[in-house]
């Protein structure tokens, strides 16, 4: 049974630094991977996906990475801003399934 | 550009009552995905949609149907309505015929069951 665990739950961090969200999966067969931000009680907003033969995609200030072999992506967040403020949530979709199957998310707040 | 509509965004039901959640997919978009997030919790794939046909299933209650209409909007039923069925509920939509399979959420309806 596929899991998918994001470390770290919570994240404080000052205007201007540069984050590092992981993600982890157990199942290294996945057809996809995507990065989404949700602020409270709101929707889920795509940032970025990452089919299972790329390594990485970019968007503006965020880049996302892939490791199938291991289990892991990784959300690199440039310069962070306090409208980043939200809960950032990785998901996975395995092969010959429709469902992205969602990590615990990490909450991340950026105080000016 | 255009996004997923969901209506409605609010609900509120008695226990036993039914209720009917819609989906309109972005344009062009063929495969419409159900989501169901409670309070605190990761959303949980139920059902999804490709071509009007039922596509995947997953922790869907027997008490839930759904289905895609000629038009692409789909509609989750949702009948003896529980406590624990008050949730957001997400349908997401995709392009799924050209490879784009990026799963793009609604706003999502809100359900209490009172």
């Known amino acids: 049974k596929q899991e998918v665990t994001q470390i770290p739950a919570a994240l404080s961090v000052p205007e201007g630094e540069n984050l590092v969200l992981n993600c982890s999966f157990t199942d290294s067969a996945i057809y996809n991977l995507q990065w989404f931000r949700q602020d409270p009680g709101k929707g889920l907003t795509s940032l970025l996906l990452i089919q299972s033969s790329q390594r990485e995609q970019t968007s503006g200030r965020l880049n996302a990475s892939l490791d199938k072999s291991s289990g892991r992506s990784t959300l690199y967040i440039a310069a962070s801003q306090p409208g980043d403020s939200a809960t950032y949530l990785c998901a996975v979709r395995l092969a010959n399934t429709d469902k992205l199957i969602f990590g615990t998310g990490t909450r991340l707040q950026v105080f000016p | 550009a255009a996004g997923v509509i969901q209506s409605p965004r609010h609900l509120i039901k008695e226990k036993r009552e039914t209720a009917t959640l819609k989906c309109y997919p972005i344009?062009?978009?063929?495969?419409v995905y159900w989501y169901q997030q409670g309070p605190g919790q990761d959303p949980q794939f139920l059902i999804s949609f490709y071509e009007k046909m039922q596509s995947d299933k997953g922790s869907i209650p027997d008490r839930f149907s759904a289905q895609q209409f000629s038009d692409y909007h789909s509609e989750l039923n949702m009948s003896s309505l529980e406590l624990g069925d008050s949730a957001l509920y997400f349908c997401?939509?995709?392009?799924?015929?050209?490879?784009?399979?990026?799963?793009?959420f609604g706003p999502g309806t809100r359900l209490t069951v009172l």
């Open positions: 344009p062009r978009h063929d495969t």
């Open positions: 997401a939509s995709s392009l799924e015929d050209r490879g784009y399979n990026e799963q793009f």
